[in-house]
C-alpha cells in the first residue's frame, strides 16, 4: 500500500500522515489480521481517538486512511470484503478544536501598512488570490501572466493540492503589485517569494504589530490559512456568485467553498436583510394609506377581524361608508380578496387610529368596545413599528 501511494504521486507529507494513521489504527484495534476487524474494533478505534481529545475532524482523518487501505486491498485482490464500507463519518462541525476566522478589511489594511515589502506582497496574494502556503512558496514568475487582459496566475498539477492546472485571474491591485515587486527584484531567481520554514513566527510579529489577535475572545484563530478564507469570504460579500466563487478558490465541491470557506456575521445578514425593497413608507400615510370606515359596535357585529397588506401602488380600500338609520347587509368586496358582511350602520368619520383609540389584539386590529361606534384605520396602523400581537394581521 505505501508503494501503491507512492506511485500515485502523493505529496510527503500526505503520505507520511497516512501510513503512520493506519499503523496507529491497527494498534489500537488490536488486529493484526485485516479479516479480524470488526464493527467493535472500529468502535474501539473511535473511543480511543475521542479520549486523546482529538476533533472529530482528524477521527475522520484516521477513518478515511483506513478505508483507503481497505479499498486498495479489494482492487489489488487480496481480499474479498469491505469492513468498513458501511462506516459512517463522525459530524466535522461537532467538536472542532481548531475554528478560523478571516480577516476584516481593516485588519488586512493594517497587516498590509506594518508588514515588511515581501511579507506585504505575500499577504496580498494569499488574501487576493486565495493561493494556499506550499502554492505560494512554489510559485515562479513564469506562472504569472500580469501583461495579459486579465493578468493570470496558473497553479501547476504538481504544486496544487488537487493535483490540477488551474489558472485563474489576478485582482488588478494585486497585478500591478506583482508587477511592480518584479521590477525591483528581477535578481532574486525564479521563485516570487522566499518563505522560510518558520514562516509562522514572523505571521505572528505581523499580526501583534498590526494589534490583530491570534486567538480572539470566541476562540476562533488567525493563522496564514486565514488569508484565503478572507479571499472567499470577500467574494461572497461581493455578491460573487456561489459557483463563480468555487471556480477562483478551485474546490471540487461548492460545500466546502459555501460552508467552510465563506463566515457570514450577523452584521452581514443585517446588511442584506435591509436591501429588502420599501413597502410602507413613512410619508403620505393620510392619502395614501390604508382607511377603513365600518359601522360596528363590537368584535362580534363584524364577524371576524380583518388584515390588510398595504400598498404602494394602489389603494387596497379608500373607506367604507355608513349611516345612523340604515344597516349595511351588503357584501363588500375589498380588492377581490376579502369580504366583509353585515357591518353594523352607525356614525363613522373617518379618523386615525389615535383619534379612534384603537387597540391592537391577539389576532391582528380590532375595535375596542369602548370606541365609537364606527372607526377607521389608517396606513399609520399598519407601520412596522406597529405591535400586531402574536399571529400578525391575520383574521
Given at each position: 500500500?505505501?508503494?501503491h501511494?507512492k506511485?500515485?504521486?502523493?505529496?510527503?507529507?500526505?503520505?507520511?500522515k497516512?501510513?503512520?494513521?493506519i499503523?496507529?489504527?491497527?494498534?489500537?484495534?488490536?488486529?493484526?489480521l485485516?479479516e479480524?476487524?470488526?464493527?467493535?474494533?472500529?468502535?474501539?478505534?473511535?473511543?480511543?481517538?475521542?479520549?486523546r481529545?482529538?476533533?472529530?475532524?482528524?477521527?475522520?482523518?484516521?477513518?478515511?486512511a483506513?478505508?483507503?487501505?481497505?479499498?486498495?486491498?479489494?482492487i489489488?485482490?487480496?481480499?474479498t470484503?469491505n469492513?468498513?464500507?458501511?462506516?459512517?463519518m463522525?459530524n466535522?462541525n461537532v467538536?472542532?478544536?481548531?475554528?478560523?476566522?478571516?480577516?476584516?478589511?481593516?485588519?488586512?489594511?493594517?497587516?498590509?501598512?506594518?508588514?515588511?515589502?515581501?511579507?506585504?506582497?505575500?499577504?496580498?496574494?494569499?488574501?487576493?488570490?486565495?493561493?494556499?502556503?506550499?502554492?505560494?512558496?512554489?510559485?515562479?514568475?513564469?506562472?504569472l501572466?500580469?501583461?495579459?487582459n486579465?493578468?493570470?496566475?496558473?497553479?501547476?498539477?504538481?504544486?496544487?493540492?488537487?493535483?490540477?492546472a488551474?489558472?485563474?485571474p489576478?485582482?488588478?491591485?494585486l497585478?500591478?503589485?506583482?508587477?511592480?515587486?518584479?521590477?525591483?527584484?528581477?535578481?532574486?531567481?525564479?521563485?516570487?517569494?522566499?518563505?522560510?520554514?518558520?514562516?509562522?513566527k514572523?505571521?505572528k510579529?505581523d499580526l501583534?504589530?498590526?494589534?490583530?489577535?491570534e486567538?480572539?475572545?470566541?476562540?476562533?484563530?488567525?493563522?496564514?490559512?486565514?488569508l484565503?478564507?478572507?479571499?472567499?469570504?470577500?467574494?461572497?460579500?461581493?455578491?460573487?456568485?456561489?459557483?463563480?466563487?468555487q471556480?477562483?478558490?478551485?474546490h471540487?465541491d461548492?460545500?466546502?467553498?459555501?460552508?467552510?470557506?465563506?463566515?457570514?456575521?450577523?452584521?452581514?445578514?443585517?446588511?442584506?436583510?435591509n436591501?429588502?425593497?420599501v413597502?410602507?413608507?413613512?410619508?403620505?400615510?393620510?392619502?395614501?394609506?390604508?382607511?377603513?370606515?365600518?359601522?360596528?359596535?363590537?368584535?362580534?357585529?363584524?364577524?371576524?377581524?380583518?388584515?390588510?397588506?398595504?400598498?404602494?401602488?394602489?389603494?387596497i380600500l379608500?373607506?367604507l361608508?355608513?349611516?345612523?338609520?340604515?344597516?349595511?347587509?351588503?357584501?363588500?368586496?375589498?380588492?377581490?380578496?376579502?369580504?366583509?358582511?353585515?357591518?353594523?350602520?352607525?356614525?363613522?368619520?373617518?379618523?386615525?387610529?389615535?383619534?379612534?383609540?384603537l387597540?391592537?389584539?391577539?389576532?391582528?386590529?380590532?375595535?375596542?368596545?369602548?370606541?365609537?361606534?364606527?372607526?377607521?384605520?389608517?396606513?399609520?396602523?399598519?407601520?412596522?413599528?406597529?405591535k400586531?400581537?402574536?399571529?400578525?394581521?391575520e383574521?
Amino acid at each position: 500500500f505505501a508503494a501503491h501511494l507512492k506511485a500515485r504521486g502523493v505529496s510527503s507529507k500526505h503520505y507520511t500522515k497516512t501510513i503512520a494513521r493506519i499503523k496507529t489504527a491497527f494498534e489500537i484495534m488490536g488486529s493484526d489480521l485485516y479479516e479480524d476487524i470488526a464493527q467493535n474494533h472500529i468502535d474501539k478505534l473511535i473511543l480511543a481517538l475521542q479520549d486523546r481529545r482529538y476533533s472529530n475532524k482528524t477521527i475522520n482523518g484516521y477513518l478515511s486512511a483506513l478505508k483507503h487501505f481497505c479499498r486498495w486491498g479489494i482492487i489489488a485482490g487480496r481480499w474479498t470484503k469491505n469492513p468498513l464500507d458501511k462506516v459512517k463519518m463522525l459530524n466535522p462541525n461537532v467538536n472542532k478544536k481548531r475554528i478560523r476566522r478571516p480577516l476584516t478589511v481593516e485588519e488586512l489594511k493594517r497587516l498590509f501598512s506594518v508588514s515588511p515589502p515581501e511579507r506585504r506582497i505575500l499577504y496580498m496574494t494569499a488574501a487576493y488570490a486565495g493561493l494556499r502556503l506550499n502554492e505560494l512558496r512554489t510559485l515562479k514568475w513564469s506562472d504569472l501572466d500580469l501583461n495579459n487582459n486579465p493578468p493570470t496566475v496558473t497553479v501547476k498539477a504538481e504544486n496544487s493540492k488537487a493535483k490540477r492546472a488551474d489558472t485563474i485571474p489576478l485582482n488588478a491591485e494585486l497585478a500591478a503589485s506583482l508587477r511592480e515587486w518584479k521590477e525591483e527584484n528581477l535578481l532574486r531567481g525564479e521563485n516570487v517569494f522566499h518563505i522560510p520554514r518558520k514562516y509562522m513566527k514572523y505571521y505572528k510579529r505581523d499580526l501583534r504589530a498590526a494589534e490583530i489577535k491570534e486567538i480572539d475572545e470566541e476562540g476562533k484563530v488567525v493563522d496564514f490559512h486565514s488569508l484565503r478564507h478572507t479571499y472567499a469570504t470577500m467574494l461572497s460579500l461581493a455578491g460573487v456568485p456561489p459557483r463563480q466563487a468555487q471556480a477562483l478558490l478551485r474546490h471540487a465541491d461548492i460545500t466546502t467553498t459555501m460552508k467552510t470557506y465563506t463566515h457570514i456575521e450577523v452584521c452581514d445578514l443585517a446588511r442584506c436583510a435591509n436591501m429588502i425593497p420599501v413597502i410602507l413608507s413613512t410619508q403620505g400615510n393620510e392619502k395614501e394609506g390604508l382607511r377603513l370606515a365600518a359601522g360596528c359596535e363590537s368584535k362580534r357585529d363584524l364577524g371576524y377581524q380583518i388584515g390588510y397588506q398595504a400598498s404602494r401602488s394602489k389603494r387596497i380600500l379608500d373607506a367604507l361608508s355608513c349611516t345612523n338609520e340604515k344597516r349595511k347587509s351588503d357584501t363588500v368586496l375589498v380588492r377581490k380578496t376579502r369580504r366583509v358582511r353585515n357591518l353594523n350602520a352607525g356614525k363613522c368619520e373617518r379618523m386615525s387610529v389615535s383619534e379612534a383609540g384603537l387597540e391592537v389584539g391577539a389576532g391582528g386590529f380590532e375595535p375596542p368596545t369602548s370606541s365609537p361606534p364606527c372607526c377607521a384605520l389608517n396606513q399609520t396602523a399598519l407601520h412596522p413599528d406597529t405591535k400586531t400581537g402574536e399571529h400578525g394581521f391575520e383574521p
